[in-house]
């Protein structure tokens, strides 16, 4: 039997229109950039305008930076896991698939932001970094991983802001 798990879809239709919204624009507002961006730098640099040396550095250095974090993000978010009882697990991007068996999963780490979203890093035994948030069920998920491969690590972790605000809710004795 095949265990998926995906994104958790909402029942209110805003929050619905809005997250498909987000899942359809950022892909594409990526892309704008992509042709965007070279081709504003061209224009620049072929027209030579005056005093627009600022704007030709900023622009270029905003597209050095966005474009490889844009393709990052794209290229590790697990939007669906697929599980079988065999041990063969898929984990699905948005533009490629990767397939493993269960015991390639060195670690897991969840991490709780201070607005308490819960994101799951996974790391591959060859590797390969992955990440994913909302996905149904995912402590099914975790639950079939530690049985099918107990060497598999699983460890929460708190990010630095939210261990920071926890400590200064303690009172101090």
Not at 124 to 150: H, N, V
Request: charged letters at 30%; glycine letters at 4%.
């Amino acid at each position: 039997m095949i265990h998926t798990y995906r994104r958790r879809r909402s029942k209110n239709r805003l929050q619905l229109a809005r997250a498909r919204l987000g899942d359809r624009l950022l892909p594409k507002l990526f892309i704008v950039e992509l042709t965007f961006v070279p081709l504003v730098l061209v224009w620049l640099l072929l027209s030579r305008p005056h005093n627009w040396d600022v704007l030709v550095v900023f622009i270029g250095s905003f597209g050095l930076v966005m474009v490889p974090l844009g393709a990052y993000w794209l290229r590790t978010y697990c939007r669906e896991i697929r599980l079988d009882d065999n041990g063969v697990c898929e984990f699905e991007m948005r533009w490629r698939v990767v397939r493993c068996h269960v015991g390639q999963i060195e670690s897991i780490k969840k991490e709780v932001d201070e607005d308490g979203n819960v994101a799951y890093y996974l790391r591959l035994r060859d590797s390969t970094k992955l990440w994913t948030s909302g996905l149904m069920d995912f402590q099914d998920f975790l639950s079939r991983i530690e049985r099918m491969s107990p060497t598999t690590k699983v460890t929460p972790r708190r990010s630095a802001s939210a261990q920071q605000k926890r400590r200064a809710r303690k009172p101090s004795a």
